[in-house]
């Protein structure tokens, strides 16, 4: 699943792009994907008005105009792909976004094949409150005080500490993939309970959070499954992951090998030396 920094990636790419210029069209080749989508709300918000602003809130890429948001989420396997024609080569594209500027038109092709991504819109008034934002935690990359929130976050929770972090509600965009590196940067084992975390560690876990986040950021993204950029490459941070999709391979701390275990469902890889 795209995670953050995949979104940021796309979200700084889009930026330069949309900014500025009128979406004139939207054609939307079904009705649904993961939530119906609200075709006339979305062109009564989007459709005829200049994109001044794109941004993102946890996962999602937002489009904003005077009318409102483009509310956009990649799913399990979406993509949001640049490209100088109407018509799509891509398959499962499901939406196109026609934008007009001083260079001639460029679209946007929302591509999923899953199908578990989504398109919404929403008021300028209705964001603050509308029920996919109102109850998320804070952006790991800009609050100043991380360490100090996930500790009073963390008190009398029982939950194991990696799925603590990957519940948006203590904070955003933690997935899998970063969950498993930030706790091995911090030597923290992913399995303790969050209340037993301590502060010490939660000092090193929000710096290992912010590092490995950024460096994804800055290395394009990760490129498992079906995640590419808005010109269609794939991402490549998976070059330099430490712990994840490494079982039994040798911990390149101290060369115990890398465990596989579940937690929450989820594939969860640590060091049983490094991570105490």
């Not at 024609?85 to 092709?109: C, I, M, V």
Request: hydrophobic share 35%; proline share 5%.
């Amino acid at each position: 699943m795209p995670e953050l920094p995949e979104v940021e990636c796309l979200t700084r790419a889009v930026r330069g792009i949309l900014e500025g210029r009128t979406l004139s069209s939207a054609t939307f080749h079904r009705a649904d994907l993961r939530w119906p989508i609200p075709i006339a709300d979305f062109n009564n918000r989007l459709v005829g008005f200049s994109i001044r602003k794109v941004s993102r809130r946890s996962k999602y890429l937002l489009l904003e105009t005077e009318r409102g948001y483009g509310i956009f989420h990649l799913g399990m396997s979406g993509n949001i792909l640049l490209s100088p024609e109407e018509s799509s080569r891509w398959k499962h594209t499901h939406a196109s976004l026609r934008l007009e500027g001083e260079d001639g038109p460029q679209f946007l092709h929302f591509v999923d094949p899953r199908r578990f991504g989504c398109i919404l819109s929403c008021s300028l008034e209705e964001f603050p409150n509308h029920p996919l934002f109102k109850d998320l935690g804070p952006e790991p990359l800009e609050f100043p005080r991380l360490a100090e929130h996930l500790a009073v976050r963390a008190e009398g929770k029982t939950v194991a500490v990696k799925s603590f972090l990957m519940d948006a509600h203590h904070i955003v965009g933690v997935g899998n993939i970063y969950a498993n590196e930030a706790l091995f940067r911090a030597g923290v084992r992913p399995d303790r309970k969050a209340r037993l975390v301590k502060r010490e560690s939660w000092d090193a876990l929000a710096t290992a959070i912010q590092e490995v986040l950024q460096e994804a950021i800055e290395a394009g993204g990760t490129s498992f499954r079906d995640y590419k950029h808005v010109d269609g490459d794939a991402g490549y941070f998976e070059l330099a992951l430490r712990v994840y999709g490494r079982s039994d391979e040798a911990c390149v701390r101290c060369e115990t090998k890398i465990k596989l275990s579940k937690i929450g469902g989820r594939a969860t890889y640590f060091c049983r030396k490094c991570q105490r």
